[in-house]
């Protein structure tokens, strides 16, 4: 125990750190309740001297605002879609890479690359690989390039307008999926592959005199095995999933859509950075909450679904 | 199933190139084991023993040499072609299967005409929990188990798809030493039942000892003496034998032979007539001392220690190389423990002359 005549100085060693906690994680989380809660806040009027009533209108209209409905769609199908295929390609590559001896450093750099590299950079990298719209004047039309679409010409495709004037919903999205499965690997990869050489060696050992198969050892053994890293990297994905809103910027820029349909792929954090800017602090902080709430219930599920298949 | 090793080496290549040393593990091991015995394997850290076993599983390629079960050379069998059954130093349970699973294990695995129904598999999980005692314990998880408990899951899964030969990698060392006793006789007990050829590794002498139809001693990767147990221990090849079998050790003392007769210090202790005079180490062991007054080593006497039906009598000799020169002794025999010396009767059988540079066996004829 600290003896109480030297209390003072512990409180003051430790006043740093609480300073900015109270300035950065705690006010502002007080401070998003409270807007959350004043009936139709922004700050601009506040500071004109308008006052705001308090009650849940602000909820209610974020409910209500049906593009609301769009965003969290949108959200929904970009987190259940790649949480699935980057985790079980991530442990794909994870077995492989740990599997061989040659050239393992290099390739695990090569995999970690995208995790050190802005996500707006690769973001465009991206919008160029899936399109660049042009005009052509002789035939009169929007024309198109990419090396996807290049390589779908190739195989005798017909090249597809991705993120373009007149391209779809789903063809959206599925340059979405491709970007964020890519952007979420070598975060999955590197916990994977730190779980997977922490497993004892003389498991496999045991599972060889057993003569068990390469694939029952990969499900009964080296999955279990990694359940506790498995179920991390699904709940942090689902998680990330939630906040998705600067990958879509990176190919689509601000507009969070084709320049035909400017918003369609808003998601939850998009929408709240909408209200802020249009100063409807009080409609973004009731957008946050009710984002809070479905990401807590979501972890929640995850966890107890979880709970079941992870060993010890 | 008779295992047979022939001139069975494993060199490890050195891991800097600096050094350039590389490791011979195992050098040139040839022996065959008989079918159904338990052969314990014995040295000291570091000596090969898990290595030698690890080859005869097939985890490791051996250098050289040939490995045969019965007649069938599977030197280059694959682990899983062999039939064998490995219970590891650490069991190596799997985590997240309970006891039930973790024994059906092997047995899922089996493909083709091996192939077994549910009922079958469960009857043989049955089975080989049953034959260790912890069928109780099906439902558990390996974390829920003690050390011993642990120990006899690892047997019976390997032993539930009926293995040609069973290896045990130090199977008792991380138990007390009370459940110890109690699993090594259970080893013994299910090693009879079954039948099966069983090598087992320790470098727990006693263990090796006690259980062993036929015990291995190693030492730096090469093997220094095959045989029963107590022929081993009442005919060691060299001096290393010798000193490590046997608990109190063996007395070790310096001397010489001059005149065929054996000397320590200026005392003439024993008559070996046809040895050639050499310097000798002398090994003697505890049981084969006796306190005589007319007795023709003298020690400095420091105490004696009674336990139970034995006594030891515990004296010390300028030439002996244990800090400590005993006598294990019937209670019953009196010493005078205030005098300063004690006098000593040697017991020809349990008296080893050693060769000093090469600490071989000097054997000479008992009279
Ligand atoms: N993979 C390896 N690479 C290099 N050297 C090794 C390797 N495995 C074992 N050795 C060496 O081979 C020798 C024998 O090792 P081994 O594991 O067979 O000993 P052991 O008799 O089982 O010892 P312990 O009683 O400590 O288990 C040791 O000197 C060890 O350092
Ligand atoms: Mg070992």
Redesign the interface.
């Known amino acids: 125990m600290v003896d109480s005549k030297h209390q003072w100085k512990a409180w003051l060693y430790l006043s740093p750190a609480i300073i900015l906690l109270l300035v950065f994680t705690v006010w502002p989380i007080f401070n998003t309740l409270r807007m959350a809660f004043l009936n139709g806040y922004g700050n601009m009027a506040a500071m004109g001297g308008a006052t705001f009533q308090f009650g849940i209108e602000n909820f209610l209209k974020v409910i209500e605002y049906d593009k609301f409905l769009d965003c969290l769609k949108t959200t929904a199908i970009l987190c259940v879609a790649t949480v699935p295929i980057s985790t079980t390609l991530a442990l794909l590559i994870a077995v492989a890479l740990n599997s061989i001896k040659p050239l393992q450093k290099t390739l695990q750099t090569i995999f970690f690359l995208p995790y050190v590299t802005n996500s707006i950079a690769i973001g465009m990298v991206f919008a160029t690989m899936f399109n660049i719209v042009g005009y052509n004047p002789v035939e009169k039309v929007a024309d198109t390039w990419g090396i996807i679409n290049n390589v779908i010409q190739f195989f005798g495709g017909e090249g597809i307008s991705w993120i373009n004037q007149g391209s779809t919903y789903t063809a959206n999205i599925a340059v979405m999926i491709v970007y964020i499965v890519w952007n979420a690997l070598p975060f999955k990869i590197l916990i994977l592959l730190g779980g997977l050489q922490s497993i ?1 060696k ?2 496999y ?2 599972a ?6 390469k694939a ?1 050892v990969l499900t ?2 080296t999955i ?2 990694l ?1 506790p890293m498995l179920a991390y990297v699904i709940i942090t994905g689902f998680i990330g999933g939630f906040k998705e809103y600067s990958s879509i910027v990176g190919i689509f820029g601000e507009k969070m859509g084709p320049p035909d349909d400017a918003g369609r792929l808003n998601t939850m954090v998009g929408f709240v950075y909408d209200a802020l800017e249009k100063d409807r602090q009080g409609l973004a902080s009731a957008g946050a909450l009710i984002l809070f709430v479905i990401i807590l219930v979501v972890t929640l599920f995850n966890n107890k679904v979880i709970k079941k298949h992870v ?2 | 199933m008779k295992v047979v090793l022939e001139n069975l080496t494993k060199i490890f290549p050195s891991r800097d190139k600096k050094s350039g040393k590389e490791v011979v593990a195992v050098n040139d091991f040839t022996f065959e084991i008989p079918d159904g015995q338990l052969v314990g394997l014995l040295g000291p850290s570091g000596c090969g023993k898990s290595t030698t076993l690890y080859m005869i599983s097939g985890l490791q390629k051996p250098t050289s040499g040939k490995i045969y079960f019965g007649d069938d050379d599977v030197t280059e069998l694959s682990t899983e072609n062999r039939g064998i059954g490995l219970v590891f130093q650490n069991y190596a349970l799997y985590p997240h299967m309970t006891v039930m699973q973790n024994i059906l294990f092997p047995l899922q695995n089996l493909t083709g005409k091996d192939k077994l129904t549910k009922q079958e598999m469960l009857d043989r999980a049955y089975n080989a929990a049953r034959l260790v005692q912890i069928d109780e314990l099906m439902d558990r998880k390996p974390s829920e188990l003690s050390g011993g408990q642990q120990q006899r899951v690892a047997i019976a899964r390997a032993l539930v798809k009926m293995p040609r030969v069973l290896l045990l990698d130090e199977p008792l060392s991380n138990l007390d030493a009370r459940l110890r006793l109690q699993t090594r006789e259970e080893i013994r007990r299910i090693q009879k039942e079954t039948g099966i050829t069983t090598i087992f590794v320790t470098h727990d002498q006693e263990e090796a000892m006690s259980i062993s139809d036929v015990i291995v001693v190693m030492k730096l990767g090469v093997v220094q003496q095959i045989g029963k147990p107590q022929d081993v221990y009442d005919d060691p090849k060299n001096l290393f034998v010798a000193t490590f079998l046997g608990t109190p050790p063996i007395n070790v003392l310096e001397g010489k032979v001059e005149g065929g007769k054996v000397y320590i210090g200026d005392e003439a202790v024993m008559d070996v007539a046809g040895v050639e005079d050499q310097n000798v180490y002398i090994g003697i062991r505890p049981e084969g001392i006796e306190p005589n007054p007319n007795g023709v080593l003298t020690c400095k006497l420091n105490n004696v220690e009674v336990m139970g039906r034995d006594a030891s009598v515990v004296s010390s000799h300028e030439a002996s190389r244990n800090p400590v020169v005993r006598a294990i002794i019937s209670s019953d025999i009196q010493v005078d423990t205030t005098a300063d010396t004690v006098k000593y009767n040697i017991k020809p059988h349990k008296f080893f002359l050693f060769n000093k540079e090469t600490e071989e066996r000097v054997y000479f004829e008992v009279k």
């Open positions: 004892n003389q498991y050992d045991a060889k005199v057993d003569g068990t198969p029952r009964r053994i279990p095995l359940s060993h010890y």
